[in-house]
C-alpha cells in the first residue's frame, strides 16, 4: 500500500497525470510486483513464468476494476485521491485474495 501510495502522489502531484490514468499505471506497476513477490516469497516458486504471469493478470482483474472504480469514484465524491487509494484497497482485497488462491496458485489434485 505504501508503494501504491508513494507512486499515486509522484504521477499526481509530481507528474502532474490525471487521476484516472494514474491510478490506471499505479494499478498495473503494482500487479506486476505484487506478482512477483506472491511467487518468490509466498509460494516459494522461483522462476516466474509468462503463463503465471498472464494468469495472474485475469485473476486480479476483478480486483483491479473493483479499486480503480473505487479510487475514482470517491475521488468524484470529494475524498482525497490518497484516501481513495487508500481505501479502494481495502475494497479490492478479498477479490484478489480468492481469484488467487482459488485458482492460481491452489494445490491440483492428481488425475
Request: glycine residues 6%; positive net charge.
Amino acid at each position: 500500500m505504501g508503494i501504491s501510495t508513494f507512486l499515486l502522489f509522484a504521477l499526481v502531484d509530481l507528474l502532474a497525470l490525471s487521476v484516472p490514468l494514474a491510478t490506471l499505471l499505479v494499478a498495473e506497476l503494482t500487479t506486476l510486483l505484487r506478482f512477483l513477490v506472491n511467487h518468490r516469497w509466498v509460494f516459494g516458486l522461483r522462476n516466474p513464468t509468462l503463463t503465471a504471469c498472464a494468469q495472474y493478470h485475469i485473476a486480479n482483474a476483478g480486483a483491479f476494476a473493483v479499486w480503480w472504480m473505487t479510487a475514482n469514484v470517491l475521488t468524484i465524491l470529494g475524498v482525497h485521491y490518497l484516501l481513495a487509494g487508500i481505501l479502494a484497497v481495502a475494497c479490492s482485497t478479498s477479490v484478489s485474495l480468492a481469484t488467487n488462491f482459488l485458482w492460481i496458485w491452489r494445490r491440483r489434485r492428481g488425475l
